[in-house]
């Protein structure tokens, strides 16, 4: 038996997923948080082996089975934090090839079946990267709430919050928000809106939430409606910034991931509309299953289509 282990991890859990695309076999399991900015490296790859070891453990197989493995993991943009997971991921698989990348690769690789291309993650922050034809990968934005994350989950939230601050001291025009705001917090008024947010346990998530709210009442308020245009405007550009530095070498190709398309299918064609060059989607299987794809083609240096058939054939069944 030949596996392949594709790692989908971020700050909350690890998922993965082990499979052998001759006989069919299939695994999955989870465990803790692997971002290894939030949970140190050390730290990270023990979730992601404690993970392994239940889905060998399922397949009643031993490591040495493991062919190649895809670690994509939130916090691992920079080198060194990548390596350092990479290192000691080898440590533990040592007959394995060991690949450590950025999650929203694995998105990518789930959406267009391996193949070139961009993808936009939009949730509670937001990032754009893109694979061209010759593997060189790009990235614009992700830079977190305090300087980057434009068009994010966590953006659009804030706007809201705001204009509905405005709204409450006369600095802006009255909102369908305002009622949304206290109905989501709780608040009689206003102005108790500002006690909820800053006392919040996690105030960066409580501010993102509120997204949702304002996707949904764009069609009906003005102020909702410019907020979300605002929103599309940066993810537009983060999208060209990935596809321009790639130059003649990206691919129409754009997979859309994240909470906030996933949970308005709508709001993908407003897109598309601003991106006419481009191919934009949802993707069709999950970013683990991506990254499983992309063990396989870490391992046999290319994939050809009876090799991406196969695969979707195992996961398609499993759902995500």
Not at 184 to 194: E, K, Q, S, Y
Not at 281 to 300: K, T
Request: glycine share 14%; aromatic share 4%.
């Amino acid at each position: 038996m030949t596996l392949y282990a594709g790692i989908d991890g971020g700050g909350s859990r690890t998922r993965v997923i082990l499979l052998d695309p001759t006989t069919g076999a299939i695994a999955r399991a989870e465990a803790g948080a692997s971002n290894p900015n939030s949970v140190g490296a050390a730290a990270a790859v023990e979730h992601v082996m404690t993970a392994m070891s239940h889905a060998l453990a399922s397949l009643g197989k031993p490591r040495s089975e493991v062919r190649a493995i895809v670690a994509a993991l939130a916090g691992v943009g920079r080198p060194e934090t990548a390596g350092a997971v990479r290192d000691l991921l080898s440590r533990h698989l040592p007959t394995a090839s060991v690949e450590v990348i950025p999650d929203a690769l694995a998105a990518l690789a789930g959406g267009s079946g391996a193949e070139p291309g961009s993808v936009l993650v939009v949730g509670t922050g937001s990032v754009a990267l893109a694979e061209g034809r010759g593997r060189r990968i790009v990235r614009a934005g992700g830079y977190g709430y305090l300087i980057g994350d434009e068009g994010s989950g966590f953006a659009i939230g804030r706007h809201g919050f705001r204009a509905v601050m405005q709204a409450y001291d006369g600095r802006g025009p009255e909102t369908a928000l305002t009622e949304a705001a206290c109905r989501r917090l709780g608040c009689g008024t206003a102005i108790d809106i500002v006690e909820r947010i800053y006392g919040a346990e996690h105030p960066v998530g409580a501010v993102a939430a509120f997204a949702a709210s304002v996707v949904r009442l764009r069609h009906e308020d003005g102020v909702a409606a410019d907020i979300v245009r605002g929103a599309q405007a940066a993810h537009v550009r983060l999208v060209d910034s990935v596809r321009r530095q790639l130059g003649g070498d990206a691919t129409p190709t754009v997979v859309v991931t994240g909470g906030l398309y996933e949970g308005d299918p709508t709001l993908l064609a407003d897109l598309a509309a601003s991106l006419p060059e481009c191919s934009c989607r949802l993707p069709d299987q999950s970013a683990v299953e991506g990254a499983a794809l992309l063990a396989m083609r870490a391992e046999r240096q290319a994939l050809s289509a009876a090799d991406v058939a196969r695969w979707r054939e195992i996961v398609g069944g499993e759902g995500q």
